[in-house]
């Protein structure tokens, strides 16, 4: 594969989950509300194309809860979606900065 071929398919694979994340009604990154397979919602730091505490499955990302204190997928949670209260309850549960 020629060199050019490669860096535009590398650049293209990391604009992917962004732009699905903009498409979907997700904010694009920064600090977000994720919520666990146990139901569980906190604040991570979430990079599209970057995982720095997490391993990555395409759109889905595991990660140790905060609440729970166990392993987990997280996926992102529209804040439009929530109340006040698990709104204010999430932003207080953040995960730390390192895994």
Known sequence: ?????????????LLIEPIAMKLRGYPVGGRLIVRCRQGHLFTTLWVPGVSLKSLRF??????????????????PV????????????ARRQRDGWLP
């Open 58 to 75: 395409l759109w889905w990302r595991l990660q140790r809860c905060p609440v729970g204190r166990h392993w987990t997928i997280v996926t």
């Open 1 to 13: 594969m020629p060199r050019r071929r490669r860096w535009l398919f590398v650049f293209g694979g």
């Open 78 to 89: 529209r804040e439009s979606e929530l109340s006040a209260v698990q709104r204010r309850l």
